[in-house]
């Protein structure tokens, strides 16, 4: 069984759109993440959200919106798509209760804006 | 920023034990160091972690120094398949401020 799993694993889209990233984990985490690892390969975390409240909210344009149904869920939408959030989009998960977490990554959508 | 630092680059001969270094001169008394690798086209995957004491698992060994201020992961028979980035990160607050640096490129060689 997949941990945290997310749809699509490629999205090919024009600039303008709006498209969704799913992300669903099956460990009974209570905190789930979005994080972006761009052309560089730096990974640079989004948001995070606890129990379906947001915690972190880094400098990301509010074209960015995550939505939490559960808190085995964070989807993440993002409106008016342009050219530079072409990246690759990692969603994870951990307890959310211990100072030593461990987190636990999706295996990522790779967003193409064209 | 990352608050630890790593060579860009190293390479390692499969079946040997690859060392892969990290300091962390900054580290605050209840911070973990986290290792986390990426393998091309997946997302990071944890390895290990520890607070002070050295720490073994089944993947790799963490050996950290008194001071705290460094560390090093030991990887004790490297196989084609550990190639990855290797990130060495500190963090101790639930895990929402974990920080990626660019890491390690670990190449390991047949």
């Known amino acids: 069984d997949t941990a945290v799993s997310q749809t699509p694993k490629y999205l090919v889209t024009q600039m303008g759109n709006d498209k969704s990233i799913k992300c669903e984990q099956n460990?009974?985490?209570?905190?789930m993440y979005w994080y972006k690892q761009d052309s560089k390969k730096f990974l640079k975390i989004m948001f995070s959200?606890?129990?379906?409240?947001?915690?972190i909210n880094e400098t990301v344009p509010n074209r960015f919106s995550p939505k939490s149904p559960d808190k085995a869920h964070l989807n993440l939408h993002i409106n008016s798509l342009e050219l530079g959030d072409s990246a690759v989009y990692f969603c994870a998960s951990s307890q959310g209760n211990r100072r030593d977490e461990k987190l636990f990554f999706g295996s990522g959508t790779q967003l193409s804006v064209l | 920023d990352a608050k630890t630092t790593q060579p860009p680059s190293m390479d390692c001969a499969e079946g040997r034990a690859a060392n892969l270094p990290c300091n962390h001169s900054t580290i605050s008394g209840n911070e973990y160091v986290y290792w986390y690798r990426q393998i091309h086209s997946q997302g990071p995957q944890y390895i290990i972690h520890g607070l002070k004491n050295n720490e073994t698992n089944e993947m790799a060994s963490l050996i950290i120094t008194e001071d705290r201020k460094s560390s090093t992961l030991i990887l004790p028979h490297a196989t084609l398949r550990d190639t990855a980035v290797y990130y060495c990160i500190v963090s101790g607050n639930y895990g929402q401020n974990f920080v990626f640096g660019p890491g390690t490129r670990l190449s390991v060689l047949p």
């Open positions: 460990l009974g985490h209570d905190t």
């Open positions: 959200y606890n129990n379906k409240e947001l915690i």
